[in-house]
């Protein structure tokens, strides 16, 4: 996949695209609902595959002071996005120009004179321009005016019957329901990032850790869950079970949150590498113990729970 970003031209192969256009945060089942009709409109008119995307997300630059809150950074998004024959993401800078454009000049401007799309495709309840002035019926109309034919998809929802939307799935993973929250997706709820050197105290009490700072990432439950974990280098990643802690540390004295990983049967070097961390269910919250050896023992208590779950016969699994 190749990613634009801000003023790059743009290659003659990929003139009169059909994109998917919104912020598609998680790439749920009804983001990829969207994907999948702009990929029918594609196949149609033999068109490149595209997303258009703004990044950073515009709830960050509106609310610059907001707690974490991404599901997708674009790495991660541009990566699943792929994986749904997506060929280009258009990522646009958004700032106080875009924030500040109208409609039609956001229509006239970019989706036809920058981008030069032939359709545009959409969700239900998307909105853009000036104060969300915007609409799909909106959309629609002005494409018309500047020859960006335009459809949207109705709502979406899951096998079990409930909407799709990246709200619900943070509410899920604020409470630490990450089954929920995997059914919305699609699959499960991923954090993913560069394994960073950290006190190595994993390695003293026998239960070796990669560490991954959380970064704009929505924080989930605090606490121990049983996870799926793989280096993501370009191959097909391979998956390894194993438990993770989502927190603060607080009987070493830690403050700062992040993610520990504890790959069951697993050895290799991983400080470096960039991790792939699936969350599959929660086992308990963080809490404080009185001395390493009570953390030790609860460590592998949860360590035989995440097996269980995970499944016994566990092995690595190409995906």
Request: neutral net charge.
């Amino acid at each position: 996949m190749r990613i634009i970003q801000d003023d790059e031209a743009i290659p003659r192969d990929l003139a009169g695209a059909v994109a998917a256009l919104g912020n598609f945060d998680g790439v749920h089942l009804g983001h990829r609902a969207v994907v999948a009709r702009a990929a029918e409109g594609a196949r149609a008119r033999r068109a490149p595959l595209a997303v258009v995307t703004f990044e950073p997300h515009p709830r960050g630059f509106f609310q610059p002071s907001a707690a974490p809150f991404r599901l997708t950074p674009l790495e991660a998004k541009a990566r699943i996005l792929a994986d749904q024959g997506v060929v280009v993401l258009f990522a646009l800078r958004f700032g106080a120009e875009l924030a500040g454009m109208g409609p039609a000049d956001f229509v006239a401007r970019v989706l036809a004179e920058r981008l030069g799309l032939s359709c545009a495709v959409t969700g239900y309840n998307f909105r853009f321009g000036r104060g969300r002035e915007g609409d799909a019926a909106g959309l629609a109309a002005l494409g018309e005016k500047y020859n960006v034919a335009v459809e949207s998809v109705p709502p979406q929802v899951s096998p079990d019957g409930e909407a799709c939307s990246s709200s619900r799935i943070r509410e899920y993973l604020a409470a630490g329901d990450v089954r929920r929250a995997a059914g919305l997706l699609g699959r499960e709820f991923e954090i993913e990032g560069i394994v960073a050197t950290g006190a190595r105290l994993g390695n003293t009490i026998g239960f070796p850790t990669a560490n991954l700072a959380l970064g704009e990432y929505v924080r989930p439950a605090l606490g121990v869950y049983a996870v799926r974990c793989a280096v993501e280098d370009g191959s097909v990643p391979v998956w390894h079970a194993g438990a993770a802690n989502i927190g603060r540390r607080p009987t070493v004295g830690g403050s700062e949150e992040r993610l520990e990983a504890h790959l069951f049967d697993f050895s290799a070097d991983l400080y470096g590498k960039r991790l792939r961390v699936a969350l599959v269910d929660r086992l308990r919250p963080e809490r404080k113990f009185d001395g390493l050896d009570s953390l030790k023992a609860q460590i592998a208590e949860d360590c035989v729970r995440a097996r269980a779950i995970l499944g016994a016969a566990f092995s690595p699994a190409a995906d």
